[in-house]
């Protein structure tokens, strides 16, 4: 008692200020708060977590971008590539005002339209299938309706079957990729302007290939909708 109580002010002053780091006479433990590597570490850290909530926060917000920019760069990916199936972006005028048609290779192109059970649309094509030559512009039409009695937001994927031809399959203009809004009991006609490039009749894998399919399926649009890989649906 004796010892502590000649220490006891000195061990009152400790504790308030933080100063003790080994046990004293009175057999308390303080923080040294002087201690430099402590306020190291402790710098350290915070520097390390504020890197972190920056790297968060920087991955939510390209999240956000991505999501926007999603379908115009799936698009743009299928287009460039084929991929699945996916028709080419149709060329300029001056293109298609140049191109001679191969009158000698006559191909016929069907035309199948699907719904998912995300939409209640009526969706089909208007014609089963038309003849076309490469290098010769066509038109078809689909025709959508929305038999519900509120509006519904609809999008549509397409592929070619066979794949490798669509590579071929140039859409001069189409309703794909992009929203379509029908109202209560709306219908409306959809086009397809396309033509099939001359350079089909000279690649040697689409030798055999007489019979062109294209088909497209429709989405309800949502918020964070995940379109699948065309060809694969």
Not at 187 to 206: G, T
Request: aromatic content about 12%.
């Amino acid at each position: 008692m004796a010892l502590c109580g000649r220490g006891w002010a000195r061990c009152a002053r400790g504790l308030r200020l933080g100063a003790l780091s080994r046990p004293g006479p009175c057999g308390t433990r303080g923080v040294r708060g002087s201690n430099p590597f402590t306020r190291q570490q402790e710098e350290e850290w915070r520097r390390r977590n504020r890197s972190a909530v920056g790297y968060i926060a920087a991955a939510a917000v390209g999240m956000v971008g991505l999501s926007y920019a999603a379908v115009p760069l799936y698009r743009l990916y299928c287009q460039a590539t084929g991929l699945g199936g996916t028709t080419a972006a149709g060329g300029g005028a001056e293109r298609i005002e140049r191109m001679e048609p191969v009158r000698d290779r006559l191909i016929r192109v069907t035309f199948n339209a699907d719904t998912h059970a995300s939409i209640q649309w009526n969706f089909k094509p208007q014609q089963s299938e038309i003849y076309v030559v490469p290098g010769e512009t066509a038109l078809a039409f689909y025709k959508a309706k929305n038999p519900t009695d509120k509006p519904i937001i609809g999008i549509s994927t397409y592929n070619v079957v066979p794949f490798e031809a669509g590579q071929y399959f140039n859409k001069i203009q189409c309703f794909c990729f992009e929203e379509q809004r029908l109202n209560p009991q709306e219908e409306v006609d959809m086009p397809v302007f396309f033509y099939i490039d001359p350079e089909f009749a000279e690649d040697p894998k689409m030798a055999k290939v007489d019979l062109i399919t294209l088909s497209y399926t429709f989405f309800e649009a949502k918020e964070g909708q995940k379109l699948p890989l065309p060809g694969y649906q």
